[in-house]
């Protein structure tokens, strides 16, 4: 007996949540259902906003989801969504990220500051030749403004976002996708220069370019991770946090140790984590030799936590 295939309507019901269905799940993990969605932005922000003037319903469909108006969700996915709207040249969709903003001019939607370092790690990660050129033709398209801006000092400007959105781009990709994140993490330092040093010198080049802004660039990651501390369940974009953490331990090296402090209150945090065996390249030059297993745990902390949470 052969059995009909189901309709393609049953089964994109089935598959379907329903905003009240939405509402008790976010309800039963204790978050708002705006929450509960906000880990997953990075993947889906171009997608709820990229045809937001042509097809507004989309987006004014997962807000009433979300239960917010669309203008704050807008508001919310721009950091993610803009990265890609700018290297799309979706000078449209931007101008309504503008409008939700309250504003008109697109050339400060752009340079706000958790705007211009993503943006700017993302198009510097192109494999593209000439990079700093193709980033400023990509901004100028979206405003003439940055004629007049050379990307040196836009980069200069936003180095801590640009430079972790570039280990985020490395630790979500396999090791050639590292490893072309450290080449353009070095063409940014050949672009921005390193303080002090006249001409090329042998020797990490990242780690020396990138040391004084460590600290501003875990800034960045605490803000994202310490709702951890106050009892939120932790989420897949912790981990991907945490592993740009990593990436940027593994590459900096012995430049890193200024930011012990942070390691050290990420260690407190693990004290009621189980132990674990994950280990990180080069800790000991990161923690320091009086350190104990259990403050080299920036990273294992984390995931461990996400595996006992989730």
Known sequence: MRLDKPKCSTIRRSKTLTPSQI???????RVTPQRLFSPFWRSLALKVVKDVKERPYITHTIADLLQIPAHDLLKQVQSHALPWLVLQGKK???QKIAEARGENDLHSVILDPDNIGPILGFLMMQA????????????TAISSHFVDEPVSELLRSALAGAALEIFKIAAEGDETRKQMARNTLTEVARIVGIPGESRPKKGNMIGRFLEPHVLGLLT???????????????????RLYLQA???????????????????????????????????????????????????????SFMLVHYDHQL
């Open 23 to 29: 509402t008790k799940i976010a309800q039963a993990r």
């Open 92 to 94: 449209d969709v931007i």
């Open 128 to 139: 593209v030749d000439k990079v700093d050129d193709f980033a400023l033709s990509k901004l």
């Open 220 to 238: 960045q990651v605490n803000d994202v991770i310490s709702a951890v501390t106050f009892g939120r369940p932790a989420t897949l974009e912790h």
């Open 245 to 299: 953490v990593e990436e940027m331990i593994r590459v900096c090296k012995v430049h890193a140790r200024i930011a012990r402090p942070q390691v050290r209150f990420y260690s407190a945090l693990s004290q009621t984590a189980p132990a674990s065996s994950y280990s990180i390249p080069d800790i000991g030059l990161f923690a320091g030799n009086s350190a104990s297993p259990r403050t080299a745990t920036v990273v």
